[in-house]
């Protein structure tokens, strides 16, 4: 019988034949090139089935041929050699159970626990009364007057802030909207599981690399009773991650002109066991309705970079009315190494991605360099990094700096 039919005969790949093959577990005869299978090879097969069955591996089932093919074994002996090797599988196997119901009960703890913890109801983040103090028009800088609004918990979680100029915004699902009607709605929110399949191994590494870096150079205790603007705050990389060391009196003001990211966020800091001051603002980064020199320290993880691959003006020039005279800057920029003919990066914007001109702007903000990072380089993303063409060279650029006031 040659390998097909016996494969067939015994409901088995080719592959898996070939495989037994190399192992010397059948050795049919070979004639030409063609291997030929006999009643020896099927007794075999049918042994090799019935063990792995059993829950013997490849290798130990070699050795029990091994000894029955050499052994020249009696009947009495080979029933004998099969009782020890049984024994010793039903006892290699009573352990892996008693293992494994171990295991099965810590994961029955923790799940417990998790679930503990769910039945908890989520606690609504809105925009704190005690923050309006911070906002103002966009267009004249007046005072804003609340209206309409619904408050729990001392959170505004819907209603309507009106300027004496006319200007008006509105706030929706706890959220703050300078123009509701243009703001960004991506269906493509990616959730975690969801990114890390999509992206490529080596652009996750480069992101957790230079999230690490630039989480390591923050201090918390220093941010007591600050306020912290992350521009662009996407899918909270960044928030995510320093959450739980942020202090309760710390105001985090996270601005995107996407309202799907920002309600995806805030759904899932909704969950967390402790309540801190997030302040969700969706609009356009021109048109944010923040008083002037309000924020002590300047989150651009990806903001500025992202802005300019639609704008040549230099995002943080825009901003800079909203920085302390003494505020702190930690920044994370895209940084290509060359452009490609088809490059998506128009080329009027090309100097918000190359790290000389990005370094010398900061620089001309007045933050004096305390320490800068440069990752190592990639050449893919993902469905969700899809930023650069075949050919492009990225890196990320970061910096940590402060002014000195």
């Known amino acids: 019988m040659k390998i097909g039919a016996f494969a067939r005969h ?4 080719i592959d898996t034949i070939r495989h037994y093959i190399d192992l010397e577990l059948l050795i049919p005869q070979k004639i030409g090139k063609q291997y030929q299978f006999d009643l020896s090879c099927q007794k075999d097969l049918e042994e090799i089935l019935y063990f792995k069955s ?13 000894v029955k093919h050499l052994g020249k074994m009696t009947s009495f002996q080979q029933e004998e050699y099969y009782q020890n090797i049984f024994k010793g599988k ?17 994961l029955e703890d923790e799940l417990q626990k998790l679930d503990g913890k769910r039945e908890a109801k989520p606690f609504p983040m809105g925009i704190s009364l005690n923050w ?4 103002c028009c966009h267009r004249c800088g007046g005072p804003l007057l609340l209206k309409e609004a619904a408050v729990e918990d001392n959170m505004i979680l819907s209603g309507t802030l ?35 399949r999509h992206t490529d ?43 739980d060391d942020l202090p309760e009196n710390t105001v985090y003001i996270a601005v995107d002109c996407n309202r799907s990211s920002l309600l995806s966020l805030k759904k899932i800091l909704e969950k967390a066991e402790k309540k801190k ?10 048109e944010l309705p923040l008083a002037e020199r309000s924020a002590d320290l300047i989150c651009d993880f990806a903001g500025s970079s992202n802005y300019g691959f639609d704008h040549s003006e230099f995002l943080l020039n825009s901003m800079e009315r909203y920085f302390k005279k003494d505020a702190a800057l930690f920044g994370s920029y895209i940084i290509f ?5 088809d490059s998506l990066v128009p080329v009027d914007c090309r100097e918000n991605f190359r790290v000389g001109p990005v370094a010398r702007k900061i620089e001309e903000l007045g933050f004096l360099k305390q320490s800068d990072y440069l990752s190592d380089v990639v050449a893919k993303g993902g469905i969700y990094e899809n930023y650069f063409q075949n050919g492009e060279k990225v890196l990320t650029y970061g910096f940590v700096g402060k002014r000195l006031g």
């Open 201 to 243: 191994a080596a652009y996750l590494n480069h992101v957790y690399k230079t999230l690490e870096w630039t989480v390591q150079k923050i201090d918390f205790k220093g941010l007591s009773e600050k306020v912290v603007l992350e521009l662009g705050s996407g899918s909270g990389f960044l928030l995510r991650r320093i959450y």
């Open 10 to 13: 015994n409901r088995v790949s």
């Open 90 to 106: 039903h006892e290699k196997i009573k352990m892996q159970i008693e293992a494994l119901n171990r295991k099965k009960s810590c």
């Open 277 to 286: 001051e997030i302040f969700f603002i969706c609009c356009d980064f021109l």
């Open 162 to 196: 009106k300027c004496s100029c006319g200007v008006e915004y509105s706030i929706q699902d706890g959220i703050l909207f300078v123009n509701p009607d243009k703001a960004v709605c991506e269906d493509r929110v990616p959730e975690p599981l969801s990114y890390i």
């Open 337 to 341: 190494r060359n452009f490609s003919s």
């Open 132 to 135: 309006l103090r911070l906002l």
């Open 54 to 66: 059993l829950g013997f591996t490849l290798l130990e089932i070699k050795d029990i041929f091994i």
